[in-house]
């Protein structure tokens, strides 16, 4: 049997936890744009109908990535997921001098323990051919000591994680995806002044001279989900920013 070295998404069944902004809607845009079918997912039910119009047409559903039973739920109506993506989270900074390490150690678990949970529900409904993608980022490979341990401890761990799973559920692939700064509404949790600081500096230091566009991390994202040779990788798509 020849095994197509790029498999394509036409009438596949793609699952975007993180489906209604940022990264994980340019990625549902583009999968749809592939001919897949798409459901996208989100706490928040007005965010999930912007995006399923602006993506052309999406079931949608609530649901909250800290919690099992939400997540279980998603997973209980759907018969078959061909791909699962996880862009769902948000940008947790604090430094552990200042902050209570129960609450830093929640906002790990919206990554890692909401990751396990969707990964469980998804993988009893994928076919052998499915992959699944996690969300990494550079704080695993590029500390910075401002108050990012705690993103770098959910990065590496989802990496460590992607790995095993691999291994474990063959020949399902994970692989994760692990950006650099990207322009989304994630940072919008700075205020104006402090997200425009924040990016503007992180533009000036990368090789790029930029920052990274949705579009870009959702076509790495495509390359992954599509190329079925890619399995326990993760793909940088920084700019370069590791490095800097
Ligand atoms: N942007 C970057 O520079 C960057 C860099 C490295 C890694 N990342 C990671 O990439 C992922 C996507 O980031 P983004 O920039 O695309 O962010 P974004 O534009 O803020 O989108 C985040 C998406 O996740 C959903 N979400 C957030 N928390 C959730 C939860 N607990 N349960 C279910 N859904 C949740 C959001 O919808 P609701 O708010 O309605 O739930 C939204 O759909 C995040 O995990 C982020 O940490 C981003």
Redesign the pocket.
């Known amino acids: 049997m020849t095994i197509p070295s790029r498999t394509s998404l036409n009438g596949t069944h793609v699952v975007v ?9 340019a990625t549902a845009l583009a999968a749809k744009t592939m001919g897949a079918h798409i459901t996208i ?4 039910l007005e ?2 109908r912007r995006a399923a119009a602006e993506i052309g047409g999406a079931e949608t559903v609530v ?4 919690n099992r039973k939400s997540i279980e739920a998603v997973f209980a109506g759907i018969s078959r997921v061909d791909h699962l993506v996880i ?5 947790h900074a604090g430094k552990l001098a200042d902050s209570d390490p129960d609450k830093l150690l929640a906002e790990v678990n ?2 890692i323990a ?1 990751s396990l949970y969707a990964v469980k529900a998804a993988l009893t409904r994928m076919p052998p051919t499915g992959s699944i993608v996690l ?4 704080f695993s490979d590029r500390p910075s000591g401002n108050g990012t341990s705690v ?1 770098a401890l959910a990065c590496r761990g989802i990496e460590a994680l992607a790995r095993s799973l691999a291994l474990e559920f063959k020949p399902i692939r994970v692989n994760v995806i692990s ?4 322009e ?4 919008n949790v700075f205020g104006k002044e402090g997200r425009t600081s924040l990016l503007t500096h992180a533009a000036n230091t990368l090789p790029v001279g930029r920052i ?1 566009r ?1 579009d870009e991390i959702a076509d790495a994202v495509l390359f992954l989900l599509t190329n079925g040779y890619m399995n326990c990788e993760v793909l940088h798509i920084d700019g370069g920013g590791r490095f800097v």
């Not at 989304?184 to 940072?187: A, F, N, S």
Request: net charge neutral; proline share 7%.
């Open positions: 936890l993180g489906g209604s902004s940022g990264i994980g809607l997912v989100g706490r928040t965010k999930l649901a909250d990535m800290a862009t769902a989270g948000g940008v919206e990554h909401g969300m990494g980022g550079q993103m950006p650099g700064f990207v989304t509404p994630l940072y990274g949705p």
